[in-house]
């Protein structure tokens, strides 16, 4: 026999250093000392969008909820620094043409050039500690029913603090995007076998090591302290699982406090974990508490021998005078229960490979927190107890015993973040892994812009001319083609896509121009009518085009479209003259002859066959158009949305009205782009409105609809945002008096301010060389070199292009 005793070591081991023991339900943890306790994720609004009063309300909030709470409820708020996900891969991407797949990969490079990208999380735990179960048989008189007289204990205990739990959830999201940690369930080997995740465990597990991944629970999740176990070395730096380990505390707290005193750690370009626990105590317990601490400062008012001999021989201490009247007032803080008190213990955990690494992070962080106002230190002989004290759930390691408020509490806690966005598409009609429309490098925290908010992608964007519109939307259609199956359909005005579009392969039609593509496009709107929904169209639009002439439509005046329509659902001619030819009513062929060939617009809408085909990826100039007025130009565009819709099938889709003020101030395209914003979410389709005029989107009356149907609107630089009409529509659209400062303050063509119900956020675009060849050239002289280069060069003009830019192809 072999004696193991000399191997076996009889000390703790950091399995009984944790508190955890097992899990009880969905999300809830069973510690060893008996606590239940639970998770979530939140998101808070960005800080530098909110106004000082949006600030103090979202702390009065937070307050009003925390102090419900009293003794045996401890909540540790985490802030977690971490680096950002990667640049989304190639893989994850569809781009069909050399180009966008170039500004894609131009951008991909960029972003990994510049290091130092971090993001903030944020994690809210609550720890309930259930009284002592007092042995008494008073139960069986109190409860009247028998199932609450024979419930067992500790199935009271968890239907309590799962109906607490629920309660806080519903408070804090009224105020907080918030989001449970519960227990996942994956199929394993074609569903033979279920493996269970559960997030609080793997958000604890990543507290303990820095290390952050699923773990797979056991099939009974008990004795879960052993999941958790780390290899740990105790010491003046602590290590754990082979990594330094350093923990900054403040212990210095100025004599007020502000909401989002501390908001400059979300910016630091390092990776730490921000712990803030707090162990509540009820308003009795805590008005002894202080009553202790009041009699302490009391007794230093008057020195001792004043106090024996009751002289006055000597002066009082102004200091302690002021302690006693600050405690008294606690004291009537806690009485008032608007306000609970408790021990508050911050932290922050820092872990590194390199010990000297590790020491230029903590004084970096100490030098931020100092400058703050607070006082800070890095933990030496008391680093380990600091660390354990940090982890969720811990109550009893390093506890602060000054009393703070949950006033202060929410002033001191992180709960504001810098928005970096979601990264993946949130449109539940893409693939689950489909990367966002674009990831840029924009401070420490980079950014990723979605349109969607959900299934809706509509998107105002506006600002005044020359802050780089034009070039925002190119670069919004380039990255949208990088979904499977994407297409785009832009409407221009200023030929601003024209070199995106030849560049992707895409068709570019100049809309009544005299020269180029578009003066060989004509249309045959009354081609297809073999359904009732395309016959209804037709007469619709036959009935639009005859009202436009000044013609009173009456139902003899419907009745004989309708009859000629049908008759031409049988026919082989489907032109504008065979409905003329053909239809009964003089004043109908009167009317409709402006269109036809002998006509002004016969060129453009009296064709035999139809000129236009759709592809993946068109663009319509319709600036010339725009000028023909209305008479012209609501039939070219009203048969182009129907076209447009008609391809609507399923796939990403993306619609784009640039200089949208022209179509707002029509009635007829005001009511295609209400209708639009309420239907074409169910289609996969996003539609973006750009206009420069904010008033003309005013008057267009459907603000209500831009507002409402727009959940993400991008704003453009406009130094006139604070002056009087202009500062009344943006708050009119929700922004206050800081938003409004932002967009006016920005940098024209270089930043952009994004606001949707996900978040707010500054951002700049980081535009390369190669970018702005295909999504910012869009001057005079540098479009005719294009058209020229295209029809020199054909489908290998973008390669010249760069070369004339003095772009390397190579690279």
């Not at 008057?699 to 945002?721: F, H, Q, W, Y």
């Not at 920005?746 to 952009?752: D, F, G, L, T, W």
């Amino acid at each position: 026999m072999v004696a193991l005793r000399t191997f076996r070591s009889t000390g703790p081991s950091f399995a009984d250093l944790v508190p955890y023991a097992g899990l009880v339900d969905n999300g809830i943890l069973l510690l060893k000392d008996g606590s239940l306790m639970a998770g979530w994720y939140f998101a808070g609004p960005d800080s530098e969008s909110a106004t000082d009063f949006e600030r103090n309300e979202l702390s009065r909030q937070i307050n009003s909820i925390l102090s419900r709470l009293g003794t045996g409820w401890m909540i540790q708020v985490e802030a977690v620094r971490v680096p950002t996900t990667e640049y989304p891969s190639a893989e994850r991407s569809h781009f069909p043409d050399a180009v966008t797949l170039l500004i894609d990969h131009e951008r991909r490079r960029h972003f990994g050039q510049e290091r130092g990208h971090f993001e903030s999380r944020h994690a809210l735990i609550l720890t309930y500690r259930p009284p002592e179960r007092r042995r008494s048989g008073l139960t069986r008189y109190i409860y009247s029913d028998n199932e609450s007289r024979s419930a067992k204990y500790a199935d009271t205990a968890l239907d309590a603090f799962r109906r607490s739990i629920r309660e806080i959830e519903q408070y804090l999201g009224n105020v907080l995007s918030v989001q449970r940690m519960q227990t996942r369930e994956v199929s394993e080997r074609d569903g033979a076998r279920v493996a269970r995740y559960d997030e609080l465990f793997q958000f604890i597990r990543f507290a303990i090591t820095g290390e952050n991944h699923p773990v797979r629970l056991p099939e009974i999740p008990m004795y879960l302290d052993w999941l958790a176990t780390a290899e740990l070395e105790h010491g003046l730096t602590p290590r754990v699982e082979g990594r330094f380990l350093g923990v900054i505390a403040i212990d210095g707290l100025p004599a007020e406090s502000w909401p989002g005193i501390l908001n400059s750690l979300n910016l630091m370009p390092l990776t730490y974990r921000w712990s803030s626990r707090f162990i509540f105590l009820d308003a009795e317990e805590a008005k002894q508490r202080l009553e202790r601490a009041r009699k302490k400062w009391q007794q230093k008012v008057r020195p001792f021998f004043d106090q024996l001999f009751q002289t006055q021989s000597r002066s009082v201490d102004q200091d302690a005078m002021a302690m006693v009247a600050e405690t008294e007032d606690a004291i009537a803080e806690a009485s008032s229960q608007l306000v609970a008190y408790g021990y508050y213990t911050p932290v922050i955990v820092l872990f590194d490979e390199s010990r000297s690494a590790l020491q230029e992070k903590a004084e970096a962080v100490r030098r931020l927190i100092q400058a703050e106002g607070f006082g800070a230190r890095i933990e030496t002989l008391n680093a380990t107890d600091a660390f354990l004290g940090s982890l969720p759930g811990n109550w009893y390691c390093n506890i602060r015993e000054p009393l703070i408020n949950t006033r202060n509490l929410a002033d001191l806690v992180p709960l504001n973040s810098v928005w970096s966005g979601q990264p993946f598409a949130p449109c539940p009609f893409y693939p689950p892994d489909a990367p966002p429309l674009m990831q840029v490098a924009s401070g420490s925290t980079p950014f990723r812009l979605n349109l969607h908010v959900d299934d809706v992608g509509h998107t105002l964007i506006f600002g005044p001319t020359g802050s780089g519109k034009s070039t925002l939307l190119a670069l919004i259609a380039a990255q949208f083609c990088r979904y499977e199956k994407a297409q785009v359909f832009a409407f221009d005005k200023g030929n601003s896509m024209l070199t995106l579009t030849l560049g992707v392969g895409g068709d570019h039609y100049e809309i009544g121009g005299e020269s180029g593509e578009g003066a060989s496009l004509a249309f045959c709107p009354l081609s297809e009518l073999s359904t009732d929904a395309d016959r209804a169209w037709a007469s619709e639009w036959i009935e639009t085009l005859v009202s436009l002439q000044g013609v009173t439509i009456a139902p003899d005046h419907r009745n004989a479209i309708s009859r000629q329509i049908g008759l031409m659902a049988s026919a082989p001619g489907r032109s504008l003259s065979d409905f003329v030819s053909g239809v009964q009513m003089r004043e109908i062929k009167d009317a409709l002859h402006h269109y036809t060939v002998d006509g002004p617009m016969g060129l453009l809408l009296d064709a035999e066959e139809d000129g236009l085909t759709l592809g993946r990826f068109q663009c319509f100039e319709i600036e010339q158009l725009m000028n023909m007025g209305e008479r012209n130009l609501v039939p070219v565009l009203t048969y182009l949305f129907r076209r447009i819709e008609k391809r609507l099938d399923g796939s990403p889709s993306l619609i784009v009205l640039d200089e949208a003020w022209l179509m707002l101030g029509h009635p007829v395209f005001r009511d295609k782009i209400r209708e639009w914003l309420k239907v074409l979410r169910k289609a996969n389709c996003a539609v973006i409105l750009a206009t420069q005029s904010i008033s003309d989107a005013e008057r267009s009356g459907i603000i209500d609809v831009l507002k409402e149907s727009c959940p993400t609107k991008i704003c453009l630089p406009n130094g006139a945002a604070r002056e009087t009409g202009t500062r009344e529509f943006y708050e009119r659209i929700g922004f206050n008096a800081r938003q409004i400062e932002i967009v006016a303050n920005a940098i024209p063509k270089r930043e952009y301010y994004v606001t949707s119900p996900d978040g707010r956020r500054l951002f700049d675009m980081s535009l390369g060389p190669v970018t702005l060849s295909f999504v910012g050239a869009s001057g005079k002289a540098d479009l005719a070199r294009i058209r020229a280069l295209s029809s020199t060069h054909g489908l290998e003009w973008p390669g010249q292009w760069l070369i004339e830019r003095g772009i390397n192809r190579n690279e």
